[in-house]
RNA sequence: UGCCGGAUGGUGUAACGGUAGCACAGCAGACUCUGGAUCUGUUUGUCUAGGUUCGAAUCCUAGUCCGGCAGCCA
């Protein structure tokens, strides 16, 4: 097939583009010319935080839109007044932008603000279309409060979707029925066992048309009744024994107001919502599957003049050690168990964000787990991976130490104070060099020392040696200690000849350990991070997620950086030298920095450690 | 036990009747002024039983196991 309007990359990762089922459907729908162009669309409902399962959704719709020179609609997926906020809304724009900047910008589409569906008579058919906004620029689409964009609204089609309703009745299938909720659901049978019809499944066109009216108007309380389609009580799958297309709610919606007091649910503002837009593919999880024949359905039965968007199913990411289900993360944010919904302990694409995770390793891992139908438990060693494998070629090196234990070097003058040269960037010579501060008195890392260090131990001990990254060997003479036992200071001898281009600088070491000046360093805060949970499964078989808190999820230390670390940059992702990645907090101010440990760098030795201790 | 869907190494995925491959994880080694990165090697797999075929992960039959569905949630 032809990949003359798509990109042949990846996600801007430079991998060749991906196949799975559900774009060999598409490329086949192409080649047969049973669609011309490419629509999808995201369909959040606006009631939460975008998660890293989002993630693989975004990546997957707007991925087949870049591949495919089409488009995706961002559409806010909110026809339920009780359960969604306005205030989610520009968070989940905020991450969508965030997330596909730079790789599908440019098929990333919302509407006109205020815009609502072009009506037209094609073939003596009443239609709605509602068309994107042309030629945005894409800082209108990253702005959640832009004055000329919004996103796509299933509420800005409620008149459309009243009109299909009215269409439904007139053609005899659908009805009003004055059944309570707890009737219904005794009518409606069993998966084993057909339903029973409901009493007011026969009324007559004019009858239904009367009373739905009325429903609109607001004559009757909640629940009174609702709009049915009349389809089959004896269906074997129970969303076909005549479903609820419309109940009644009297509540002010976040973006419709205060016009409605009847609103559509899902499986009838879904389809539409799809053909609305000129949808091609509507891709969901598989728990809709089920709900496939409905969707045709409704669709079918209303004589429309376009082309028909068709519902695929995939198997939605569970990620292990994490948990993802709206319900859990919502309990972890009010019941203070992390401090918010951008905690970076979080899955949510706020909390990812925050910790330092670029959106170019999010994408990364969607395309190495692949889009099937089976419902998977995904290593997050994967994402893991990914994250270190992009920041591992473009983070900027700096010299931090964590948890700083004093070493003097005695052969050098008291106040000694020279620059060192340190490079950038090894993956990358163009990120250059600079200098850094070094001086007779430097902090090292208090995992640098032991006393008695365990074989295949490489870094200091008493009488060993080691190098001091960018600058000498020392050995180690003595270890002075305070009155409670802690090492108070490493008195060391320096390699004086030992500098990089020294007639000794060739010298092997088993070690190299890095360091900050005593004198020269700042101090920071960091926040160490590990994973919330202690299980693969926190939510396996029901069980309390809460009890596998992993209550060493978050260490705060107090470190000391390279003095260069001052002018660090929000939005810049650092490495500190065989510590791992970091990224500035939001937290941090003029005079206190706080940094993130996105994730740590690969550790052998803290492997071969633990394989060690558990002998 | 109704309907819909699924099953390939430890994990995730590819192979579209023709050599079971890739990634992560693991293990072993090389290299290294990051125990990082990089490079090399390597352990482990087609749910079961029949059938069709020169040839089956793939097609057929039967079974096993797993997931989803009984909101006026999405």
């Given at each position: 097939m032809s990949n003359a309007t798509g990109s042949n990359d990846h996600a801007g990762s430079g991998k060749p583009r991906p196949s799975d089922f559900i774009r060999d459907i598409v490329a086949a729908d192409l080649a047969s010319g049973k669609c011309r162009e490419v629509v999808t669309r995201f369909p959040p409902e606006p009631n939460g935080y975008l998660h890293i399962g989002h993630a693989k959704s975004i990546c997957l719709n707007f991925g087949i839109a870049v591949e495919n020179g089409g488009r995706c609609n961002l559409r806010m997926?909110?026809?339920?007044?009780?359960?969604?906020?306005?205030?989610y809304v520009e968070a989940i724009i905020r991450d969508v932008a965030w997330l596909v900047e730079g790789w599908a910008d440019h098929c990333f589409k919302m509407k006109p603000r205020g815009a609502k569906p072009v009506v037209t008579e094609r073939d003596g058919r009443r239609d709605y279309y509602m068309p994107p906004a042309e030629n945005v620029p894409s800082a209108e689409l990253a702005n959640p409060r832009s004055a000329v964009v919004e996103p796509f609204y299933a509420s800005d089609y409620f008149e459309a979707l009243y009109d299909y309703a009215l269409q439904l009745i007139r053609a005899g299938k659908a009805y009003v029925c004055d059944l309570s909720a707890e009737e219904m659901e005794e009518y409606r049978g069993t998966p084993e066992k057909p339903g029973r019809e409901s009493p007011?499944?026969?009324?007559?066109v004019e009858e239904n048309l009367d009373l739905f009216q009325r429903m609109r108007a607001g004559e009757f309380p909640d629940g009174a009744r609702t709009l049915r389609a009349?389809?089959?009580?004896?269906?074997?799958?129970?969303?076909?024994?005549?479903?609820?297309l419309y109940r009644i709610r009297h509540a002010a919606h976040?973006?419709?107001?205060?016009?409605?007091?009847i609103y559509p649910t899902y499986d009838f503002a879904h389809c539409l919502s799809d053909y609305i837009e000129g949808i091609t593919h509507s891709i969901c999880t598989l728990e809709f599957e089920v709900h496939r024949p409905l969707y045709d359905w409704i669709l079918e039965n209303l004589n429309l003049p376009r082309p028909l968007p068709h519902q695929y199913e995939f198997a939605k990411l569970i990620p292990s050690y994490t948990v993802v289900s709206k319900r859990k993360l919502v309990q972890l944010v009010n019941e203070g168990i992390?401090?918010?919904?951008?905690?970076?302990?979080?899955?949510?694409l706020a909390g990812l964000r925050r910790r330092g995770v670029p959106a170019q390793a999010i994408r990364d891992f969607a395309y190495h787990i692949g889009v099937t139908k089976y419902p998977s438990l995904t290593d997050i060693a994967v994402l893991e991976h990914t994250i270190r494998d992009d920041l591992n070629r473009r983070a900027l090196r700096r010299l931090a130490v964590l948890r700083p234990v004093k070493l003097v070097?005695?052969?050098?003058?008291?106040?000694h104070r020279e620059e060192v040269e340190a490079v950038n960037n090894p993956e990358d010579p163009a990120a250059g060099t600079r200098r850094v501060t070094f001086t007779r008195e430097v902090y090292i890392d208090?995992?640098?020392?032991?006393?008695?260090p365990p074989p295949k131990y490489h870094r200091l001990r008493p009488g060993g040696e080691v190098r001091l990254k960018y600058a000498y060997i020392v050995r180690c003479d003595e270890v002075i200690k305070g009155p409670d036992g802690r090492i108070k200071e490493l008195r060391c001898t320096a390699d004086?000849?030992?500098?990089?281009?020294?007639?000794?600088?060739?010298r092997k070491v088993k070690g190299t350990i890095h360091w900050v000046s005593a004198a020269d360093s700042i101090p920071a805060e960091v926040r160490l991070y590990d994973r919330?949970?202690?299980?693969?499964?926190?939510d396996a078989d029901g069980a309390?997620?809460?009890?596998?808190?992993?209550?060493?999820s978050l260490e705060v230390v107090e470190a000391r950086l390279e003095?260069?670390?001052?002018e660090a940059r929000a939005n810049e992702h650092y490495q500190f030298e065989r510590l791992g990645y970091f990224y500035l907090d939001p937290d941090s101010t003029a005079d206190r920095l706080v940094f993130n440990r996105t994730i740590t760098l690969r550790d052998t030795w803290a492997k071969l450690q633990s394989r060690q201790q558990q002998r």
């Amino acid at each position: 097939m032809s990949n003359a309007t798509g990109s042949n990359d990846h996600a801007g990762s430079g991998k060749p583009r991906p196949s799975d089922f559900i774009r060999d459907i598409v490329a086949a729908d192409l080649a047969s010319g049973k669609c011309r162009e490419v629509v999808t669309r995201f369909p959040p409902e606006p009631n939460g935080y975008l998660h890293i399962g989002h993630a693989k959704s975004i990546c997957l719709n707007f991925g087949i839109a870049v591949e495919n020179g089409g488009r995706c609609n961002l559409r806010m997926d909110d026809t339920n007044p009780t359960r969604e906020e306005a205030g989610y809304v520009e968070a989940i724009i905020r991450d969508v932008a965030w997330l596909v900047e730079g790789w599908a910008d440019h098929c990333f589409k919302m509407k006109p603000r205020g815009a609502k569906p072009v009506v037209t008579e094609r073939d003596g058919r009443r239609d709605y279309y509602m068309p994107p906004a042309e030629n945005v620029p894409s800082a209108e689409l990253a702005n959640p409060r832009s004055a000329v964009v919004e996103p796509f609204y299933a509420s800005d089609y409620f008149e459309a979707l009243y009109d299909y309703a009215l269409q439904l009745i007139r053609a005899g299938k659908a009805y009003v029925c004055d059944l309570s909720a707890e009737e219904m659901e005794e009518y409606r049978g069993t998966p084993e066992k057909p339903g029973r019809e409901s009493p007011y499944r026969n009324r007559s066109v004019e009858e239904n048309l009367d009373l739905f009216q009325r429903m609109r108007a607001g004559e009757f309380p909640d629940g009174a009744r609702t709009l049915r389609a009349k389809i089959d009580m004896a269906s074997p799958n129970i969303w076909m024994r005549d479903p609820v297309l419309y109940r009644i709610r009297h509540a002010a919606h976040h973006h419709a107001g205060d016009q409605w007091c009847i609103y559509p649910t899902y499986d009838f503002a879904h389809c539409l919502s799809d053909y609305i837009e000129g949808i091609t593919h509507s891709i969901c999880t598989l728990e809709f599957e089920v709900h496939r024949p409905l969707y045709d359905w409704i669709l079918e039965n209303l004589n429309l003049p376009r082309p028909l968007p068709h519902q695929y199913e995939f198997a939605k990411l569970i990620p292990s050690y994490t948990v993802v289900s709206k319900r859990k993360l919502v309990q972890l944010v009010n019941e203070g168990i992390v401090r918010g919904w951008d905690d970076p302990r979080l899955p949510t694409l706020a909390g990812l964000r925050r910790r330092g995770v670029p959106a170019q390793a999010i994408r990364d891992f969607a395309y190495h787990i692949g889009v099937t139908k089976y419902p998977s438990l995904t290593d997050i060693a994967v994402l893991e991976h990914t994250i270190r494998d992009d920041l591992n070629r473009r983070a900027l090196r700096r010299l931090a130490v964590l948890r700083p234990v004093k070493l003097v070097i005695t052969n050098l003058p008291e106040g000694h104070r020279e620059e060192v040269e340190a490079v950038n960037n090894p993956e990358d010579p163009a990120a250059g060099t600079r200098r850094v501060t070094f001086t007779r008195e430097v902090y090292i890392d208090d995992q640098d020392f032991m006393e008695e260090p365990p074989p295949k131990y490489h870094r200091l001990r008493p009488g060993g040696e080691v190098r001091l990254k960018y600058a000498y060997i020392v050995r180690c003479d003595e270890v002075i200690k305070g009155p409670d036992g802690r090492i108070k200071e490493l008195r060391c001898t320096a390699d004086l000849g030992s500098k990089r281009g020294g007639p000794t600088a060739n010298r092997k070491v088993k070690g190299t350990i890095h360091w900050v000046s005593a004198a020269d360093s700042i101090p920071a805060e960091v926040r160490l991070y590990d994973r919330l949970f202690t299980v693969p499964e926190p939510d396996a078989d029901g069980a309390d997620f809460r009890q596998f808190i992993n209550p060493n999820s978050l260490e705060v230390v107090e470190a000391r950086l390279e003095s260069g670390l001052r002018e660090a940059r929000a939005n810049e992702h650092y490495q500190f030298e065989r510590l791992g990645y970091f990224y500035l907090d939001p937290d941090s101010t003029a005079d206190r920095l706080v940094f993130n440990r996105t994730i740590t760098l690969r550790d052998t030795w803290a492997k071969l450690q633990s394989r060690q201790q558990q002998r």
